[in-house]
Each structure stands twice: as structure tokens, then as C-alpha cells.
């Protein structure tokens, strides 16, 4: 019957069962659809992404390599005033409570117990390893020389530290650790750039320096060795002050105005002051601190700033 339309109805798929439309998702061979995709639409889609991610990947390299031609290796890019640490240095001792103690400053011990003081020998052995390596052992070593008060490093050099003017506070006497006489050992942080400002001028010294410290400094502007910062430790209390018994800095009370500034070069080793207590008195906590002395250098108990605050007890 010519001009009849001819109507068409839409046929529903088969139903299918779980497992079988699952099976046929997986793998249509009548389309040959693999998980709803033909290998065609595979290969575009997968195309498509893999020149995506390295364009984005080349992106961030050519920022990243832009970025770093901004900074120098050797040094940072903020420092002094600019940067987060700021130009005032605070002062570190060593040893340090166990790690599972980490918010300790506590300096306990039993004398008569080896295992018991183990601790403590171990981790200045650990810290002063790299001052301990021969001048020939690595390639930075070789570029440390023996400096003095007017004989500052040569270009390219750092000041060794000579570990063999360190009396009691040596490892063959284990830090005098086993005979109730410890030694601390106090360095400086190190802040890029820092230059001290030395006291040069001995009767202007700050009233809050301790008499003795005053009285050393004296002395030693006949040696010509006030290019230093200087160091003090004292009880923080009467009671404190009184059981803390003598002490000694050794090699010498202060670090050397040679060593600074610090410019990140290879094989630099930060200056050291160890305080041997001679005789602390047993049994009793003894809260201590000590302070760093140069002009540039501010004394904040609170936030511990040119100073640090540890707290010793030997039984």
C-alpha cells in the first residue's frame, strides 16, 4: 500500500541477569565494547590524558626551575632581620634527654651505675664525632686550619676546634660522668651573616654581667682576646647557686671571635664552650642557665633568647 507509513517501535534490550550484564560491561562482542568503551574511544581518551599530565608536569618543572634561579645554594635568600630566626642567637647544650623525653632539659643520672649514665656519654660521643675526624678523613675536613686571635681563617678555610685542650671533658673520661663531675657542652646556633659586637671596652660593661665574668674579661684584654662571646652559667636561684658548687669553662670561657661569621662554608665546625661542675651536690635538682654576652646579643629568660636553661641532678 503505497503513501502507508510504515511505524516503527522501539524494542527494549533484553533483560539481562546481574552476572550476565556485568559480563557484557566487561567484554560486548557484538560491539566490541571493552568496560562500555571501544579500543578506538580507549586510545583517544588515554591520548587525551597522557599529553594533559606532561603538559601540566613540563608547567611545574619550568615554574620549579624558574624558582630555584631565584635562590642561592650557599646561602638564604632572607637572613639577619629579614628572615624568620631573626639576629639575635640563642645557645644550645648538649647532651640531650632521650628522645620519648623530648621536652626535657633534665640532666639525671646515677654516678655509681654505668648503664645508668650510658645515656648521656653516648650522646656526646654521637655530637662530637664530626670534631673528632682527622683532617685527612674527609674533604671538608681538610679545609679546617688552626685559628687564633689574629689570625683569622684563610679564604676558602674554617677554624678547626682542637679537641685536645678539653682536660676532664673527654671522652677517655667519659665526660667525667662517672665520678659525679659532669661537663656540658654549650654552643651557639648558628644564624647566617651573624657578626658579634664584642665588649672592646671594659669599663662599660653591662651591670647585669656577672663580677666574675667582669673580672675575666679584664684579664684577658692584656691577651688581646676580647674579640669573644662570652659565656656565664650560674643557679637560677640562691639555693640553686649554692648547690652548684665551682665550675670550669673549658678550653676557655667564651668562643672565639674567629669562628663567626657563619657563611655556610664546607666543613665548618660551630665553637664550643664545655662547664665542668666540679662538685654538684647530690640528690638535689639544680636549675641552671646560661647566657651568651655580646652587645648584639638579648637576654629573654622567657622565651630563651641569648641564653638557654637546663636542669642538672646527680645521685
Known amino acids: 500500500m503505497e503513501g502507508k507509513k510504515v511505524e516503527q517501535f522501539y524494542t527494549p534490550p533484553p533483560k539481562l541477569g546481574k552476572w550476565e550484564g556485568f559480563r557484557v560491561f566487561l567484554w560486548n562482542s557484538e560491539t566490541g565494547q571493552f568496560l562500555g568503551r571501544t579500543g578506538a574511544s580507549w586510545a583517544k581518551i588515554l591520548l587525551f590524558y597522557v599529553i594533559f599530565y606532561a603538559v601540566l608536569a613540563g608547567f611545574f618543572g619550568a615554574m620549579l626551575t624558574v624558582f630555584y634561579q631565584t635562590l642561592d645554594p650557599n646561602a638564604p635568600k632572607w637572613q639577619l632581620d629579614k628572615s624568620l630566626i631573626g639576629s639575635n642567637p640563642g645557645l644550645g647544650f648538649r647532651p640531650m634527654p632521650p628522645a620519648s ?24 660521643d654521637k655530637f662530637l664525632e664530626e670534631y673528632q675526624k682527622p683532617a685527612t678523613s674527609t674533604n671538608d675536613a681538610q679545609k679546617r686550619m688552626m685559628c687564633d686571635y689574629g689570625k683569622p681563617p684563610a679564604p676558602g678555610k674554617v677554624c678547626d676546634v682542637d679537641m685536645s685542650m678539653w682536660g676532664q671533658c673527654t671522652k677517655k673520661n667519659k665526660y667525667g660522668y662517672n665520678k659525679s663531675a659532669p661537663c656540658i657542652f654549650l654552643k651557639l646556633n648558628k644564624i647566617f651573616g651573624w657578626k658579634p659586637e664584642y665588649y672592646n671596652d671594659t669599663k662599660n660593661l653591662p651591670g647585669s654581667m656577672p663580677d666574675d665574668l667582669k673580672d675575666h674579661i679584664k684579664q684577658e684584654e692584656h691577651a688581646n682576646r676580647l674579640d669573644t662571646v662570652w659565656v656565664s652559667c650560674s643557679g637560677e636561684n640562691p639555693a640553686d647557686v649554692e648547690n652548684m658548687g665551682a665550675i670550669q669553662y673549658i678550653p676557655r670561657r667564651g ?61
Not at 107 to 119: T, V
Not at 278 to 305: M, Q, S, T
Open 101 to 124: 623525653n623530648v621536652e626535657s632539659t633534665l640532666i639525671w643520672y646515677k654516678a655509681s651505675d654505668e648503664g645508668n649514665f650510658l645515656h648521656w656519654t653516648r650522646e656526646l
Open 255 to 315: 668562643f672565639p671571635g674567629y669562628y663567626f661569621p657563619f657563611i655556610n662554608t664546607p666543613g665548618y665546625l660551630s665553637p664550643l664552650v664545655a662547664v665542668f661542675f666540679e662538685k654538684p651536690k647530690y640528690g638535689v635538682l639544680i636549675n641552671i642557665e646560661c647566657k651568651a654576652w655580646a652587645h648584639n646579643i638579648i637576654h629573654d629568660r622567657f622565651e630563651r633568647r641569648g641564653s638557654v636553661h637546663f636542669e642538672l641532678m646527680v645521685d
